[in-house]
């Protein structure tokens, strides 16, 4: 969502704007440091000997793919280079590399709301002031929204629609013809997938994976809240 969409509100424009620049600093050198350690582990030192196996944001960093994410909630890093030639087996390193990023993305975001789901419980452990429970909600809702995002990314990235992560795994181990096939008309898929994304078609979908992925990391993690009570 556009970060204007918040500016009649400044505490939610404020920790939109703080989530953003966290993922820009945190979460995309996250995904695209999980790819070039996947790739080196496969056999190709190219991200490697590029200076890209680092979670150093300015490594990664896009500057327009960051203006857009800091605006409108989507954005990019700089691509990690990989060469599928340098792997021990292709298909294996080209679908393991592809993976790594969005596995790397749903990490962030099981950790996140493992510290959700400990910051939900406080008030009902503790006699706390009103300052502390509405400063317990903004934090709450800076988690939240950092693990909605992650599995934004997450679900995002592996459509199978080039250059997404997903377009790789599925060219791994796609038949010739279905390879062919996509890079003879990955141009025109590119464009209509993005006049999809642009237009709101695929809103509806994405949300409701996301939302699928959120209550099973939310009921994952039950054992989190029986421990406090246990504890405390």
């Not at 204007?4 to 979460?27: A, C, E, H, N, W």
Request: hydrophobic content about 55%; some cysteine; aromatic content about 18%.
């Amino acid at each position: 969502m556009s970060i204007f969409y918040y500016l009649s509100d400044p505490k939610q424009l404020l920790i939109m704007l703080g989530i953003r620049l966290l993922i820009i600093f945190t979460v995309l050198p996250v995904h695209e440091c999980a790819h070039a350690y996947a790739a080196h582990k496969m056999g190709d030192e190219t991200a490697y000997m590029s200076g890209r196996m680092t979670l150093n944001p300015i490594a990664h960093l896009d500057v327009f793919g960051a203006i857009f994410l800091l605006l409108f909630g989507f954005g990019w890093a700089k691509p990690v280079p990989v060469n599928p030639r340098n792997f021990r087996d292709y298909k294996k390193g080209t679908a393991i590399t592809a993976a790594a990023g969005p596995l790397s993305n749903l990490a962030c975001a099981a950790i996140g709301m493992f510290i959700l789901r400990i910051i939900n419980y406080i008030p009902v452990c503790f006699a706390i002031s009103e300052a502390t429970y509405n400063a317990l909600y903004y934090v709450f809702l800076a988690i939240y929204y950092f693990i909605s995002v992650n599995l934004s990314l997450a679900i995002f990235n592996l459509i199978p629609i080039p250059p997404l992560d997903g377009s790789r795994i599925l060219s791994a181990y796609a038949p010739y013809k279905v390879n062919a096939w996509l890079a003879r008309y990955q141009r025109y898929i590119y464009i209509g997938f993005m006049l999809l994304l642009f237009t709101g078609i695929l809103t509806t979908p994405l949300n409701w994976l996301i939302n699928i992925f959120y209550r099973g990391l939310y009921y994952l993690f039950f054992w989190v809240e029986l421990i406090m009570k246990a504890i405390f």
